[in-house]
């Protein structure tokens, strides 16, 4: 079972940066993807980035160009720095660690990160 730890968060006004780190119990070197969410309050929860075991990444559309993910294999950590935050981007965020299991690819979380960004 993958363990992960998120830190970074914090108050930051409109425009600020923040960058977040999400580390693993065990090497990232053969998880298959850690992908960062966003979720406020009850709503549905938001994928911001991913990236896979080698150097693939993802974006969402909202955050391309202010957002990027990166990771250190020797730290088992992946980054997220944040660029240009807007007030609604006030959120917890959150890593998810995707592996391959004998049961197929099964996800560990972490406890979240909050992020404010104040206008």
Request: charged letters at 20%; proline letters at 1%.
């Amino acid at each position: 079972q993958v363990q992960l730890v998120e830190s970074g968060g914090g108050l930051v006004q409109t425009g600020g940066s923040l960058r977040l780190s999400c580390t693993a119990s065990e090497s990232i070197f053969v998880i298959r993807a850690i992908n960062w969410y966003r979720q406020v309050g009850g709503k549905q929860r938001e994928l911001v980035a991913a990236i896979g075991s080698g150097t693939t990444v993802h974006y969402a559309d909202s955050v391309k160009g202010r957002f990027a993910i990166s990771k250190d294999n020797d730290k088992n950590t992946v980054y997220l720095q944040m660029d240009n935050l807007k007030p609604g981007e006030t959120a917890v965020y959150c890593c998810e660690a995707r592996k391959n299991s004998q049961y197929g690819i099964q996800g560990y979380w972490g406890q979240g990160t909050q992020v404010t960004v104040s206008s």
